[in-house]
């Protein structure tokens, strides 16, 4: 699905029925099948940042931006693929160079040499599709970005706590997670000991945990409750004040939100991180001015 919002409606840019649907179309993410179905749209596109718009006797003029997940803005800008050794869609950065802090890595690329010459730009095999829009005005998904420093932050955290008590924890070769002896919440391939999202004291879809209970290792938490049982008896059930209305669906099937689950990792990550940086002392007045401007650009409340 391709959509587009107008900037400048500031407050709307989170509120989908300020999101217009330009394409929706069920085939696979292809270079060629993005470019015939966006023919059309893209010549309107061309013809808007070239003439602008008139209404009622104004003319408009546009800037362009364009941003989408990392796969689908590799595709449109006619790169080979996300994972290619020249993969950036704004420097010449190559994967040997990942991890470089001795280069100051700045855009270095143009949408006009690229549609020209993008047979002899390393990386490139097609022409951009949204050859309008400047290379400065392409921004990255911060979601995605955030859940691949999410996916590290994890990674670095479990190894260091395998490091310092390696006999409570068995490491499982060939997947992604360590499975811990004392055991914290274990769902599916992984393990996760979390803040509860309802305020509730008793939180848990699954299970007869309290709030006071939260963060009791010593205790194996599994699935508890039995959807028929509480259809029945809810008001005897601790937490439950109403009949679940998808009564044909059982516990074992319900299903936790990973997105909001990792997103909140993600802020007690930062938090840890940041309380780190402040205890070492690196928190200067540099490290908080860049923060803080971030955040003003995301317009995060502090």
């Known amino acids: 699905?391709?959509?587009?919002?107008?900037?400048?409606?500031?407050?709307y840019h989170y509120n989908p029925d300020y999101h217009y649907t330009i394409a929706l179309y069920p085939d696979i993410e292809k270079y060629d099948n993005i470019k015939f179905i966006l023919e059309l749209f893209i010549e309107e596109l061309c013809s808007l940042k070239k003439d602008g718009l008139e209404i009622a006797g104004i003319l408009w003029k546009f800037e362009l931006y364009f941003s989408s997940d990392w796969k689908?803005?590799?595709i449109c800008l006619g790169l080979n693929s996300a994972n290619s050794r020249f993969?950036?869609?704004w420097c010449l950065c190559s994967k040997d160079q990942i991890g470089d802090l001795n280069k100051t890595w700045n855009i270095e690329k143009d949408i006009d040499e690229i549609s020209i010459n993008y047979n002899n730009i390393n990386g490139h095999i097609f022409p951009p599709i949204f050859n309008m829009i400047p290379i400065g005005n392409v921004v990255f998904d911060e979601l995605h970005v955030f859940l691949q420093i999410t996916d590290r932050l994890w990674e670095l955290v479990l190894s260091e706590i395998k490091e310092r008590d390696s006999?409570?924890?068995?490491?499982?070769t060939g997947q992604k997670f360590i499975k811990p002896t004392p055991i914290g919440y274990q769902i599916g391939v992984g393990f996760i000991n979390f803040r509860p999202v309802a305020n509730s004291r008793f939180f848990c879809p699954w299970c007869l945990c309290s709030k006071d209970?939260?963060?009791?290792?010593?205790?194996?938490?599994?699935?508890?409750?039995?959807i028929d049982e509480i259809s029945i008896n809810y008001n005897?059930?601790?937490g439950h004040i109403f009949p679940p209305i998808f009564n044909m669906i059982p516990i074992?099937?319900?299903?936790?939100?990973?997105?909001h689950v990792f997103l909140?990792?993600?802020?007690?990550?930062?938090?840890?991180?940041?309380?780190?940086i402040k205890e070492r002392g690196l928190f200067n007045n540099l490290t908080r001015k860049i923060i803080l401007d971030e955040m003003k650009r995301l317009k995060i409340s502090f």
Do not use: A
Not at 213 to 226: A, F, R, S, V
Not at 264 to 276: A, C, H, N
């Open 1 to 11: 699905m391709i959509t587009f919002i107008i900037l400048n409606h500031e407050n």
């Open 72 to 74: 689908f803005l590799i």
């Open 87 to 89: 993969f950036c869609p």
């Open 167 to 172: 006999h409570n924890w068995e490491y499982i």
């Open 213 to 226: 209970q939260i963060g009791d290792l010593n205790k194996t938490w599994n699935i508890e409750k039995d």
């Open 236 to 238: 005897n059930i601790n």
């Open 252 to 259: 074992g099937n319900v299903v936790f939100d990973e997105l």
């Open 264 to 276: 909140q990792i993600t802020d007690r990550l930062w938090e840890l991180v940041l309380s780190e």
